[in-house]
């Protein structure tokens, strides 16, 4: 009973979607303000709805209904508490729901947030959200409902896929998918300027917290996913340029060159048409990512669908969009011409230049190692794969290129540097940089990413640290206090540039970090009886033991392992071979212990009838730093949309 | 605040220079990284210019064929299509789903002896593989199916 009530909530929702676009176009036509009324209470009584909607399926979880076909499919009656809630996204339909459901709850927010400042715009953010909305509700009721029965219900559900069966993984979609959306407001609101002819900086202005919080959410979302991979995948990595991972970038990269070119637009009138090409893009690419991981067109772990109906409809739906809004961008191309150009190529305004054309590099190169295999599969019938060796290859100059201009461009002035301004500000930077690289090579370090890379976050750390030290003292100094209270006067000061700065040292931080795992791990595979010992790095791993262990939901052995360093006793690891009885399927759980910001990371991957265990063992140094960076790049965000709203915002 | 025609051409200049080199970056190595995939059938076809290139090769792991080593920790195994079967020597750990019976993708490359060696195994649940055979005599649902749970 309870899971219809969701259903008939979200098909009303469907009917209400429809009447959000037909109420502003007709507020449009008419010019009648009522008809905008209208819309904002479809859009709100959406959400309302869809609030129910999801209640009603997490009801059915909690209920362990089996006679839903969803519910059954992707949770069992063992299946802990926390799992079964989290199992709600665990498939195609429910993550559809939960993506529409946020995207409701953005909409209603944006709708009355910005209502009395912006009433022209009303009507176009209306019909825009609702468009977005009822493609992917239209979906759901149609091709990918969560809410349909099972008939005769099965005693018992087939279990959540154990790989998900995660923490992090939990929160990874729910992130990501607020990334995604959250990238619907600025785009809404682009489109607003777009139709409204509006076309001055004002949607920039105004969407600014919108975008660096969906950036913020994409972000968290993707090391989420990069944390689950190290965690629980076993393979002791946490990026592997799998497609599903390749998805999310795609808008994470476009995303990070909209909010830094935005600035351009603020400052300086200039970059109009790009930024509305950018945000374009990156709509376009969260709905493609959606796309991608969602229509069984990608299959890995993320991937249920199966339907290439629903594959079609979101082709389908995904041309409407993106087409839509290139055609009204060339339409209105011509009259967005900025009058003021570029007065130096040594000027602020050029570094964000290249800034955005790195991040676009990287994102084609991205598209194209994702979508040409499709393509070419689809023209030609051959498979392929592109590895990640290319992607390294190309990720790594990219990265160091964009690393380089994140110590330049906050710290040249707009409009046109002196040659005297950039020795000033640039000397002693890339003097640190220059001596941190010579001091690794002498200390042994030989690869030549290692060292580039130490001498350009060398060089960004030093004018980052510069510039806070300067202001710290000045701060200090003229108000007579001591330099911790100067630092935060001086923050509290201009917190917008300081919170993006925190930002860029976060992206140090996680730098240094997949430097040192990627290019430092050591692994070793060996097989091994009880009282045997490997030795890995300066560490000796002695098996003591293997016994049976049994969890709510899975069985397996344990594998009790001492880690020692000379004949001290590190630590004791115990990692764990699974099988998830329900479906039957195996899993490696690893034992990781943290030391020197690095990580023992062991499994066990294989324990014959003999009794003859197959172990691995990675050291990844500075792992943590990796995790931390992006702590510390979260937390610069947070300071940047928590600032005090300073004159003109 | 106009254009001066040496800025701008000095601007464009450092874009294209700087757009080509990462674009030649992008591009110039695509085709090199691009692993193709194969069947056992097509593989033991190989002529010579195919020995040592890296492939994927998809099948299943014959029942009863599957012999483990302790040192270097490795196994191998037979993986047939159907109408080929191919001899695969493994090095490393295969992963959680890799079992004999089922659909497994190696990478890896294939030698004049006539000997696939492989360090990469993706494996799948596949209760829906269908021989290859049925697909040479038209059965083309099956087909796509056991494309779908070779697919990583």
Known sequence: MIIEIGHFAVVVAVVLAAMGMATAVLGLQTRNDQWVRVGRLAVTLIFALLTVGMGSLVYSFLARDFSVHYVATTSNSKLPLFYTIAAVWGGHEGSLLLWVFILSAFSTVAVWLHWRTQPALMPYLIAVESLVMFGFLALIVFLSSPFERLFPAPLDGRDLNPLLQDPAMTMHPPMLYMGYVGFSIPFSFAMAALFSGRLGEEWIKLTQRWTIFAWLCLTTGILMGGYWAYYELGWGGYWGWDPVENASFMPWLVGTAFLHSVMVQEKRKMFRVWNLFLIIVTFSLSLIGTFLVRSGVLTSVHTFATDPRRGLYILLFLTIIIGLAFGTLMVRGSELRSRIELDSIVSRESVFLFNNLFFIVAATTVFLGTLYPLMLETWQGSKVTVGPPYYNAVFMPIALGLLFLMGIGPNIPWRKASVESLSKNFRNPLLVGTTCAVLLFLLGIRSPYALAGTLVVGFVATTILAEFGKVTRMYAQRDQVGYFQGFLRAFAANQRRYAGLVTHVGVLVLVVGIIASTIYQTEKVVSLHVGDEFVIGPYRMKLLDIHEVKGPNWIGQEGVFQVFRGERLVTELRPQKRVYTASQTPTTESAIYTINMGHIFLTMPEVSPEGVAVARGVLNPLILWVWGGGAIMGLGVLLNIFRPRTRGE | ?152
């Open chain 2, 1 to 152: 605040m106009m254009w001066s025609r040496g800025k701008k051409l000095g601007l464009v200049t450092s874009l294209l220079l700087v757009g080509g080199s990462l674009g030649y970056l992008a591009l110039g190595n695509f085709g090199e990284n691009l692993v193709y995939f194969f069947t056992p059938s097509e593989v033991v076809a190989f002529t010579p210019d195919y020995y040592h290139k890296k492939v994927r090769v998809g099948g299943m792991v014959v029942k009863g064929s599957v012999k483990t080593r302790p040192d270097p920790v490795g196994m191998t195994f037979q993986l047939t299509d159907g109408a080929a079967t191919i001899p695969v020597t493994f090095k490393g750990i295969p992963p959680d789903l890799f079992k004999e019976g089922q659909g497994a993708v190696v990478e890896g490359y294939w030698s004049k002896a006539g000997q696939f060696h492989s360090n990469m195994i993706m494996a799948k649940h596949s209760e829906d593989y269908m021989p290859i055979e049925l697909r040479r005599a038209g059965v083309e649902l099956p087909k796509k199916d056991f494309m779908k749970t070779l697919r990583q």
